[in-house]
């Protein structure tokens, strides 16, 4: 659990706080290259740009395995972290949105492709991912599991920026009134709690 001496922002669905790096638990390898690219990032910003994301009860790091590994690294005694407790809040879906693309069309079917390769046709269809664009067009691709389904996810959003387009990332309810277009969007299906808790446990 998070010290009682630290400050601690109270949001609707999580915390945002500074947390000690010594306290977190990793469940994922991390890659080297990454790390190595993700050192210099850091060493020239100054600053660890985007919290890690940690469930609140077992500090299990969900997001930020790279982030934790380095500020151990470098010496850093705390980081700063969005906590999320899965027992107590139904967390929804947070939708990344591809902006700046110029053949709408032709990402979507590489996109949909470059999906049901990493996916399975006969799966649980609790996990659907719905992708759209800014032109009405939309499709579905089932996946077997979360693990799969967010990796696919975040190999995609390397993709997408090697192409030079904007990756945003916002609540799945906003993107029926998003603005910027041309734009695809990739929404996941909330998480279930049972399947958060079983990977972080």
């Known amino acids: ?16 706080t500074l947390i000690s790096v010594n306290s977190l638990k990793l469940h994922e390898h991390h890659i080297a290259k990454r790390l190595e690219e993700l050192e210099k990032e850091i060493l020239n910003d100054g600053v660890i740009k985007r919290p890690i994301i940690v469930e609140e009860t077992t500090l299990t790091v969900l997001d930020g395995t790279h982030r934790v590994t380095l500020a151990r690294k470098l010496g850093f005694k705390k980081i700063p972290a969005l906590l999320i407790s899965y027992e107590l809040a139904e967390i929804r879906s947070w939708a990344r949105v591809y902006e700046g693309l110029c053949d709408i069309g032709f990402f979507v079917r590489n996109l949909v492709k470059l999906m049901k390769t990493s996916g399975n046709e006969h799966c649980n269809r609790e996990f659907i991912v719905k992708i759209l664009n800014s032109y009405g067009e939309a499709t579905d691709i089932s996946f077997p599991n979360v693990y799969k389904l967010y990796w ?11 192409l030079g387009c904007e990756v945003r990332i916002i609540p799945d309810t906003e993107v029926g009134t998003y603005n910027k277009k041309p734009f695809v969007a990739i929404i996941p299906p909330p998480i279930p709690k049972s399947e958060v808790l079983r990977v972080v446990r």
Do not use: P
């Open 152 to 162: 696919t996810i975040h190999f995609l959003d390397k993709f997408v920026k090697a």
């Open 1 to 16: 659990m998070v010290s009682k001496n630290t400050i601690v922002k109270q949001h609707k669905a999580f915390k945002y």
